[in-house]
């Protein structure tokens, strides 16, 4: 009774290891949640892919971020950045000794006159925004550069150089009327609306600057009739706070989709490159094979190959 009594601790510990180890390799074969940290990181990386982070692109610097690298190592996010980062991971989020300009929108630009055609330019670019081919002039592609710079070294005759392109200014929330007051919840706009939207409902997630939110409460198909404005008791601007609105979550959502643009673009550019290493790596393989045949092989083959003829 004794021995068992003593075993017992012993076999809960080890299924409980047992347990542990389980439940690691489980979450390994498990595909990654998209609201895991790297890609709550990587949602907010600026998928410029220039590697002046340090890392080959934005995933991989954002799952040494999650794993406990600085959060300011990308000059492109600029303290924007910083600041959405350490929102998202606390004000404990390590930072390195520099500091993180707010950085100007720039793309690349070849200046065609003295283009060589040279191609060394197309492996670097991560996007693939480079157009042309060997012997023959080449051009890029503005809305597609991220203005990474890793193109520049690469020019053999200093053609390409980065231009900065003047920042749209980003549409800012509509004011409150100065005479405007609280939202009572009358409904009375919800009846009057004819797009049949809850008007109400879509100030409240306006004023608190939930632009996806209103999004999917139809804020885009608002046609700015002003009918709620003209029946709002509390004298609210509605009209022109929504049409701020839709301008508002139309840039955040132009953007979003650019950098899934651009994300898959980086993808299928690093899935090529690593086709063509692979297949020049063949290529040499086999040339060092039929190097090494002795003339015996290669005689023997030549006789196959007349057989067969």
Not at 100 to 123: F, M, N, R, S, Y
Not at 144 to 171: F, H, K, Q, R
Not at 189 to 199: A, E, K, Q, S, T
Not at 242 to 268: G, P, S
Request: charged letters at 20%.
């Amino acid at each position: 009774m004794m021995v068992a009594g003593a075993l017992t601790p012993t076999l809960l510990v080890i299924t409980l290891l047992t347990l542990a180890l389980a439940v690691a390799l489980l979450r390994r074969r498990l595909p990654h949640d998209e609201h895991s940290l790297p890609n709550e990181i990587d949602a907010l990386l600026p998928q410029t892919q220039c590697a002046q982070c340090g890392y080959p692109g934005c995933m991989p610097y954002a799952e040494a971020v999650a794993s406990g690298a600085a959060i300011n190592l990308c000059p492109p996010g600029g303290p924007e950045l910083v600041t959405q980062l350490r929102d998202l991971m606390g004000q404990d989020a390590p930072l390195e000794q520099l500091t993180t300009a707010q950085p100007e929108t720039a793309v690349a630009v070849i200046d065609e006159t003295k283009c060589i055609g040279c191609a060394l330019c197309l492996p670097p670019c991560p996007v693939d925004a480079i157009v042309g081919a060997n012997g023959f002039m080449h051009t890029i592609i503005t809305q597609d550069c991220t203005g990474c710079e890793l193109c520049i070294p690469a020019c053999p005759v200093d053609c390409i150089s980065l231009v900065n392109l003047p920042s749209a200014a980003a549409p800012q929330p509509a004011e409150l009327a100065a005479s405007s007051r609280g939202c009572i919840n009358c409904a009375q706009c919800i009846d009057v609306c004819p797009r049949g939207l809850v008007p109400d409902q879509l100030f409240k997630l306006a004023q608190g600057a939930a632009w996806s939110a209103a999004a999917e409460l139809g804020l885009q198909t608002c046609i700015e009739c002003g009918l709620c404005d003209r029946v709002c008791p509390s004298n609210i601007n509605l009209a022109e706070i929504f049409t701020q609105a839709k301008r508002i979550e139309a840039h955040q959502r132009q953007d979003r989709d650019h950098k899934v643009a651009i994300k898959q673009r980086y993808v299928d550019h690093q899935e090529r490159s690593l086709q063509r290493s692979q297949s020049a790596q063949q290529r040499r393989a086999e040339r060092l094979q039929r190097r090494r045949r002795s003339p015996a092989q290669i005689d023997e083959e030549q006789n196959q190959q007349g057989q067969r003829g």
